[in-house]
């Protein structure tokens, strides 16, 4: 069974500070995605990353995919109070076409305090 | 941008009693959607991949006479939750791909939500 550790679970922090949130597994995937969600409504996408090793930025935040895609990363500089949210990666399982096989991380809740 | 719509927002019922939840692409053709639960404090678990004008594919401990799924377009799933019991409240997601032709990835597109809360 393919798994996705996420941590921290919970994550408090002021405005203005940095913070890392992991997503490991022992499996390859084909892709990995994350997500923020608010109460109440859907995962919104962040972004994709495909390739081993890959790095993506948007704005303060940086995502990287492991060299073997069994991991990634979002780093988030300079917080604040809009970023607070739950943070959901997910690896997706099968290669090319439909990507909604998705296995979801359990997401990080960030709270973000002025 | 795309846009997935779902319907009800939020619903209560009584025990025993079935609910139907709408997903609809509103400016895209989806021939693939997908049913996810999340319970509190949960992640999202993948229930059932909905294809268009075929039966879904249900994951593994998901009973499909329990959760029948309804793909009859390319743009509408539904998914009706029949004799629900109050260990089927949870919140329901519902996902449709739009499909890129030339890119490396087509992105999912999540609804709102259902709450759906059975007393």
């Known amino acids: 069974t393919q798994l996705l550790e996420q941590s921290p679970q919970f994550l408090s922090i002021q405005e203005g500070e940095n913070l890392t949130v992991y997503c490991n597994s022992s499996?390859?995937?084909?892709?990995l995605q994350w997500y923020r969600q608010e109460p109440g409504e859907g995962p919104v996408l962040l972004v994709t990353?495909?390739?081993?090793?890959e790095v993506k930025k948007l704005k303060r935040l940086t995502f990287q995919f492991g060299d073997a895609r069994k991991d990634s990363s979002l780093h988030i500089t300079a917080a604040q109070p809009g970023d607070t949210g739950l943070y959901l990666c997910?690896?997706?399982?099968?290669?090319?076409?439909?990507?909604?096989?998705?296995?979801f991380g359990k997401g990080t809740k960030l709270s973000v305090k002025p | 941008g795309a846009v997935v719509s779902q319907h009800p927002s939020r619903v209560i019922c009584k025990s025993g009693t079935s609910v139907k939840i709408e997903c609809r692409s509103l400016?895209?053709?989806?021939?693939?959607m997908f049913w996810y639960r999340q319970f509190p404090k949960q992640s999202l678990m993948l229930m059932a991949t909905?294809?268009?004008?075929?039966?879904?594919?249900?994951e593994q401990g998901v009973e499909k006479d329990k959760f029948l799924i309804n793909h009859a377009s390319l743009t509408l799933s539904t998914l009706t939750v029949t004799s629900a019991h109050p260990e089927d409240s949870s919140f329901y997601i519902c996902?449709?791909?739009?499909?890129?032709?030339?890119?490396?990835?087509?992105?999912?597109?999540f609804g709102n939500g259902t709450r759906l809360t059975v007393t």
């Open positions: 499996s390859v995937f084909s892709s």
């Open positions: 400016d895209f053709q989806a021939t693939t």
């Open positions: 997910a690896g997706a399982r099968n290669y090319g076409g439909s990507q909604g096989n998705l296995i």
């Open positions: 909905s294809n268009e004008g075929s039966k879904a594919t249900y």
């Open positions: 990353v495909v390739t081993g090793g």
């Open positions: 996902s449709a791909q739009r499909i890129r032709p030339g890119h490396d990835n087509s992105p999912l597109h």
